[in-house]
């Protein structure tokens, strides 16, 4: 079955930056169609899209936070990442990645991660 | 960029149904998608595209899609549907998705 896990620091200072690890099983981000995004979601608050990255590499980010956003794969190890950089209080949320397939919604996700970020 | 617009609560007493809308410009035009997230969970998919159901979601969740609003229903509510429910799309004009502004669920 499909299963995805986010990792990453919990605290983060503000103008660092931020690495999560997306590591995923049950799927091959080499397979045509199949992508892996990454959401997060404020404390009570709505979900928002971050980015998204494509089993041919293409790339997709948010417009507004796009300056700041990069995502990579690594197909041999199943992982996905992504970096945001100069971190602010106000990005403090769970962070989640999950699976995208053939049809343009998210069918599987990870359980999410909290960062907080604060001197 | 595309903006999709939920009301931020709906209630309703069990064994009734609770339709929540999605608002977006041209909305009909889009395939919908829909999840449900309760508390302290990761959100989970319900409906896609307009109108299918996952494997292992009840017949209750039902999803519509016509001119500028998508409906999600559930039908026959029960106590376990509280819960957050959020609309997704693709916004192909500027490659990226979109998430509702989330409705709350509560049952009565």
């Known amino acids: 079955q499909i299963t995805l896990k986010e990792s990453g620091p919990t605290l983060v200072k503000p103008t660092q930056t931020l690495t999560l690890t997306c590591t995923f099983s049950g799927f091959s981000l080499s397979t045509s169609g199949v992508g892996v995004g990454w959401i997060r979601q404020p404390p009570g608050k709505a979900l928002e899209w971050l980015a998204l990255?494509?089993?041919?590499?293409?790339?997709r980010y948010s417009p507004s936070l796009k300056s700041r956003l990069t995502i990579t794969k690594d197909t041999s190890k199943n992982q996905v990442v992504l970096t945001m950089t100069n971190m602010d209080p106000v990005d403090t949320a769970t962070y989640y990645c999950a699976h995208e397939g053939t049809r343009y919604y998210f069918d599987y996700w990870g359980q999410g991660t909290l960062v907080t970020v604060s001197s | 960029s595309y903006v999709l617009t939920q009301p931020p609560s709906v209630s309703v007493a069990p064994g009734q149904t609770a339709r929540i809308t999605c608002g977006g410009n041209?909305?009909?035009?889009?395939?919908v998608h829909w999840y449900q997230q309760k508390p302290g969970q990761a959100p989970v998919l319900v409906v896609y595209d307009d109108s299918d159901r996952p494997s292992g979601i009840p017949e209750r969740f039902s999803g519509s899609n016509s001119g500028n609003t998508a409906t999600l229903t559930i039908s026959r509510v029960e106590a376990g549907d509280e819960a957050d429910y959020y609309c997704q799309v693709w916004d192909s004009s500027s490659d990226h998705h979109v998430f509702g502004t989330g409705t709350k669920v509560t049952v009565l």
């Open positions: 990255i494509y089993w041919d590499d293409d790339k």
């Open positions: 041209n909305i009909g035009s889009k395939s």
